[in-house]
């Protein structure tokens, strides 16, 4: 919990840095300054040109990433905008954002398989299952033990159409998982 508090705490010291930083970069030049100081504050020279890149984590661990050109008016209205987003980077003219999506991601709903590798290991494909293409492995499945029934479905392959799909198929298998007993020397 005290780490919990320690990473709000700094999230919030670098979101002030950050803010500062592009505030003042919105503002008129310093040339502009010389008579009147308090002007800094409240008068924008012009709207700021900022690269946007959004990135989506999806459950199944692929991350999609879209860029955005963004005209920045206001710095309230910019981060009102981008309240849900995580800032993982933030440049004079680029910033970063990201944010974690519970569901599977349109890769895994449009082409994604659930199949098993060579050696054993609960897999999803990038089509059906042929031992290349892996997008993602998970645990090493205990053949011996599986029906045949779910044996062939893994070698045909299971499309990946959603997130419920996606949870059921992890949890029938997890049974079957092989344990690494490690033995103390004896």
Avoid at 81 to 109: G, N
Wanted: proline share 4%; net charge negative; glycine share 4%.
């Amino acid at each position: 919990m005290a780490s919990n508090y320690i990473l709000k705490a700094l999230k919030s010291a670098v979101l002030l840095t950050v803010i500062l930083s592009i505030s003042s970069m919105m503002l008129q030049p310093a040339h502009a300054f010389a008579e009147k100081p308090e002007a800094r504050v409240h008068e924008i020279n012009q709207p700021l040109e900022v690269t946007i890149i959004l990135q989506r984590v999806y459950l199944d661990g692929e991350m999609s990433e879209e860029r955005v050109n963004e005209t920045i008016w206001s710095m309230e209205d910019f981060w009102a905008k981008y309240e849900k987003w995580q800032i993982v980077d933030m440049e004079a003219d680029k910033a970063v954002f990201r944010q974690d999506v519970d569901d599977i991601s349109p890769l895994l709903k449009a082409n994604g398989y659930f199949g098993v590798s060579d050696d054993g290991v609960l897999t999803i494909f990038n089509g059906r299952p042929d031992g290349s293409n892996i997008i993602q492995s998970f645990f090493q499945i205990d053949l011996g033990k599986l029906e045949s029934i779910k044996r062939d479905q893994l070698k045909k392959g299971i499309p990946i159409k959603n997130k419920k799909c996606y949870e059921e198929v992890l949890e029938t298998f997890k049974p079957y998982t092989i344990q690494d007993i490690k033995q103390e020397p004896g």
